[in-house]
């Protein structure tokens, strides 16, 4: 008995000490160390006029909170403030494309907005006045979601509103552009809290994932034709590859009491039948035939980890082949994208954070 007891207080010292050490977070502590400049850019490395995004900066803005990171937290905010939104998020919505170019040297290359981006900093920065317990967080993050609604939402006929991609060029003609992956339902859930017209738009994102994935698998874009419904996108087809990958991930990471969360993971089930067949997921997939050709790269596979989990009938052993493809081909120190879909999956998968059925965030620092 005491031999026992002696074991159980051993075993949860090496614990306790365990957790400490990886609340750090490794794989955060090397994105930022490799990725993020002193002053807080997110660089991709990838493009030759080293870019920033604002989608890098929302996505390393939560990625910090998760990590309970506040000095790098801040220093994220201060530069996307300062460079992307004319020193106000509150006040105008960030330039997506910021970068060097030849003729004009360092600065924006495209002001137009990316609402993706603004949707998830908007919410981590409501999420991080919550944590935190931040006012200024908070007020920020109100203020900058009320400019969402003013300059990025359109009321398609016939089927209500919804969040366009940005704040110009994606409606015309009777034709309405989106992008289901920048409308993870989760993040609907919270801003839901500040009133219409949050809840509305929140309502309609299941909708619209299963509108424009016939076959249940998400394309990249998609059209909304007035008098006629969702069709191809008229740029890109019906292609879904490097956007499309995180509608998976986004549904696998709901609550299991999350609104609409059953309905999602059946529709969107083929995808796990994919990567059963295929042992990995596909690089691209026709969404109307649901051809598809390659596989994607390990990113693609931490980005499934969640799915696999949450869809029914999912298999564990799918989910180990995924980790260890990860881990044996990890993405490259310069590889921008890959490294933010591995955070999202493989920070899920190792238990860091969660989404409450709200879509308030449960980091794991804030977990019993």
Known sequence: MLRAGLMLLLAASFVGVVGA??????????????????????????????????????????????????????????????????????????????????DEGWGVLDANSAADADLWLAYTLLEAG???????????????????????????????????????????????????????????????????PWPELAARVPRLLIGTAPLGLAPDWAAWQANEGWRPDPEHGSQGDYDAIRVYLWLGMLADEAADREALLAHFAPMRELIAKL??????????????????????????????????????????TQRRRLAAAPPAD???????????????DEGRYRFAADGRLQPAWRSP
């Open 21 to 102: 050490e990886e609340a750090r977070w490794p794989s955060w502590a090397h994105f930022r160390n490799t990725l993020i400049s002193d002053d807080g850019r997110v660089i991709d490395h990838s493009d030759s006029r080293h870019i920033t995004t604002s989608e890098g900066q929302g996505y390393a803005l939560f990625f910090a909170l998760v990590a309970d990171d506040r000095d790098t937290f801040q220093q994220l905010l201060d530069w996307t403030q300062n460079n992307l939104a004319k020193g106000d998020l509150g006040a105008s919505l960030p330039a997506w494309l910021w970068g060097g170019d030849a």
């Open 130 to 196: 919550r944590l935190w317990q931040r006012r200024d967080y908070r007020v920020l993050g109100t203020r900058l979601a009320a400019r969402i609604i003013d300059e990025e939402v359109a009321t398609l006929p016939g089927f209500g509103p919804v969040l366009l991609p940005g704040r110009s060029g994606f409606a015309g003609d009777g034709q309405w552009r989106v992008n289901p992956s920048y409308l993870p339902p989760q993040l609907f859930a919270r801003l839901s809290e500040l009133g219409p």
């Open 279 to 320: 042992g990995a997921p596909p690089e691209y997939v026709d969404t109307n035939s649901g051809a598809h050709q390659g596989l994607g790269n390990s990113g693609f596979s931490a980005a499934m980890l969640p799915f696999l989990a949450a869809t029914p009938g999912g298999d564990a052993a799918l989910a180990v």
């Open 334 to 348: 310069d590889a921008y994208y890959a490294q933010i879909l591995t955070l999202f999956g493989r920070g899920w």
